[in-house]
């Protein structure tokens, strides 16, 4: 498949399966995430996998949706801001670091025919307190992952994204 079949095949998912992830499949997403470029190669981030009950009801906690719980495992996307490159002007560069770590991580669950579905909308305070999570440490990003119990048209992109013509500008 090429790249940009791939990149198209990705959707949200928002129905799984009741199956485990594979260790092979959640090794595979991981190392995905593990290679992407940072700033200055500063890697300024840390991935909690939720996969034990008890961390899936906590997380459940933070964010109300039902289709959410379906998902066998989820993966927090922690930014470290200790670590994350500051430029000259102050701007802090960990959310866009982590944020290429997670689009590394659905496409390579999509390579493998699993379904990821970024979720920003949680309750930041509350996941901060039930995983006792230090001040540098941020939530940014939760990726539900599990095999997918839905469908995309592929094609979908050519109603649902804004055209090449109408946000490119060559000068
Ligand atoms: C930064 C970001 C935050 C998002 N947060 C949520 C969320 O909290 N809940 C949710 O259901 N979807 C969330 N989404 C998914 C978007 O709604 C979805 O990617 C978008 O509608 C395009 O649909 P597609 O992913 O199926 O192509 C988020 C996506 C991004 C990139």
């Known amino acids: 498949m090429s790249f940009l079949d791939l990149a198209k095949s990705r959707f949200s998912v928002r129905r799984y399966k ?9 090794n595979y997403v991981l190392e995905a995430g593990r290679v992407a470029p940072s700033a200055v190669n500063y890697q300024p981030w840390q991935f909690l996998v939720l996969k034990e009950k008890e961390s899936l009801e906590k997380i459940h906690q933070t964010y109300h949706r039902d ?3 379906e998902a066998p495992v989820v993966i927090v996307l922690l930014g470290d801001h200790s670590k994350g490159w500051k430029r000259a002007d102050g701007k802090d560069h960990t959310d866009i670091d982590v944020a290429i770590a997670a689009d590394h991580i659905t496409l390579a669950a999509t390579d493998r025919g ?6 920003c909308n949680f309750d930041k305070k509350k996941t901060i307190e039930l995983f006792n999570l230090p001040d540098h440490l941020e939530p940014i990003v939760f990726l539900p992952l599990g095999y997918p119990d ?22």
Do not use: N
């Open 67 to 69: 289709w959410f719980k």
């Open 150 to 171: 839905a469908q995309t048209d592929p094609e979908r992109h050519e109603a649902k994204r804004i055209p090449l013509s109408e946000i490119v500008r060559f000068m």
């Open 18 to 26: 009741p199956i485990p992830v594979s260790d092979e499949d959640l």
């Open 114 to 119: 699993l379904g990821t579905c970024w979720v």
